[in-house]
């Protein structure tokens, strides 16, 4: 079924009161870790007790699939699966499929920890649609790995993942890296020295502060350009141009060929004028930031017995009253930003 909107058919996708096009839709599937990243899901939030989204209240595929062809005909054209961890949630490929049959979708990628990425499970997601994978890998060394993602998993084990990834036919894997002071800075240029030559594009993200629960302070980020240098130091760089408007990393490449590298500079060079991008938690509110305080709730609506153009006008409407622009604010303010209402999780809607 096609929904018609002023929106489908052309390539102007509804915008913001920025002038910002409703371009991204990332979709978190589960709130679900196997992991507990110390700069994500701290085991000491995160824990046994911990109360996880029940099943019951999370969005059925059919309903994210509905949500995501209401997004398509307002000029959506690429989808992120995010999570927690999205590889949890079951039939994910069914997904994928019914995502990729979506009028005007040019685009499914998908973020992982890649520990469950075996090899079976790579040809599943490619065979079902998906386009892209984006693994993250923090550091190389066991000891620094085991201690961020707090699980004592290996990071043989996630190589072992992009292996498999590559083995099923996916191309410019995305490897990303969340760096913070004190923690995992010493491994960027292993990291950086391990994917030269391999056609892997690593992206160093500067720590950010997102939601309430990892502790985060402006001493621990080490600004993208100071990472530049160090790299620059040993593996001369210079600067690419983006490949699209809005394009969250900041592109280098290797002089001498080795190929590309990124950096998400959120804190110290924020995007926020070219944000493209709305978030979907797994129980369907519809987020306008990563760093929002208030999600709008589209499950009601849907069971409800909302119609396609009730749908369409909830979301048209929620994304042209859109003026967000948190890293902005954060960079230009003496003190970030304090809205005195919690920040949702990243595990809640995904990076
Ligand atoms: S802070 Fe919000 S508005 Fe700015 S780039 Fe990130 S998600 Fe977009």
Not at 129 to 138: E, F, H, M
Not at 171 to 182: E, L, M, Q, Y
Not at 253 to 268: H, K, L, P
């Given at each position: 079924m096609i929904l018609i909107s002023e929106h489908a058919s052309t390539?102007?996708?509804?915008?913001?009161?920025?002038?910002?096009?409703?371009?991204?839709?990332?979709?978190?599937?589960?709130?679900?870790?196997?992991?507990?990243?110390?700069?994500?899901?701290?085991?000491?939030?995160?824990?046994?007790?911990?109360?996880?989204?029940?099943?019951?209240?999370?969005?059925?595929?059919?309903?994210?699939?509905?949500i995501a062809q209401v997004f398509a005909a307002l000029g959506m054209r690429k989808v992120r699966i995010t999570g927690g961890e999205p590889l949890i949630r079951r039939n994910l490929e069914h997904l994928i499929e019914m995502i990729d049959a979506t009028e005007g979708v040019q685009d499914i990628s998908l973020t992982t920890n890649g520990s469950m990425l075996t090899a079976d499970r790579a040809v599943s997601l490619k065979q079902a649609?998906?386009?892209?994978?984006?693994?993250?890998?923090?550091a190389l060394d066991d000891a620094t790995f085991k201690s961020i993602n707090d699980v004592d998993y290996p990071a043989s084990r996630v190589l072992?993942?992009?292996?498999?990834?590559?083995?099923?036919?996916?191309?410019?894997?995305?490897?990303?890296?969340?760096?913070?002071?004190?923690?995992?800075?010493?491994?960027?240029?292993?990291l950086a020295k391990h994917f030269r030559h391999s056609g892997c594009i690593v992206r160093f993200i500067e720590y950010m502060d997102v939601g309430e629960t990892n502790g985060w302070n402006l001493d621990d980020v080490i600004p993208a350009a100071d990472l530049v240098d160090r790299i620059d130091a040993l593996y001369p760089l210079e600067a690419v141009s983006p490949n699209y408007p809005g394009e969250v990393a900041k592109r280098w490449?290797?002089?001498?060929?080795?190929?590309?590298?990124?950096?998400?500079?959120?804190?110290?060079?924020?995007?926020c004028g070219e944000c493209s991008r709305a978030r979907l938690s797994a129980v369907g509110e519809l987020y306008t930031c990563l760093f929002g305080t208030q999600g709008?709730?589209?499950?009601?609506?849907?069971?409800?017995?909302?119609?396609?153009?009730?749908?369409?006008?909830?979301?048209?409407?929620?994304?042209?009253?859109?003026?967000?622009?948190?890293?902005e604010l954060r960079a230009t303010a003496t003190k970030v930003p304090v809205t005195g209402q919690a920040k949702v999780e990243m595990s809640h809607i995904g990076g």
């Open positions: 390539s102007k996708a509804v915008q913001d009161r920025l002038h910002r096009p409703l371009r991204d839709l990332r979709i978190s599937v589960t709130d679900r870790c196997n992991f507990r990243c110390v700069y994500c899901m701290p085991r000491e939030i995160f824990g046994p007790g911990y109360a996880f989204l029940p099943r019951k209240d999370l969005l059925t595929l059919e309903e994210i699939a509905r649609g998906l386009k892209r994978l984006t693994i993250s890998l923090d072992d993942g992009i292996d498999n990834a590559r083995a099923a036919g996916f191309s410019d894997i995305k490897v990303n890296a969340v760096v913070r002071r004190g923690l995992n800075e010493h491994a960027v240029l292993d490449r290797y002089r001498d060929g080795a190929g590309e590298i990124g950096f998400i500079t959120s804190v110290t060079q924020s995007f709008h709730d589209l499950r009601s609506l849907l069971r409800s017995g909302a119609d396609d153009a009730q749908l369409l006008q909830a979301v048209s409407g929620i994304w042209q009253k859109r003026e967000d622009r948190y890293s």
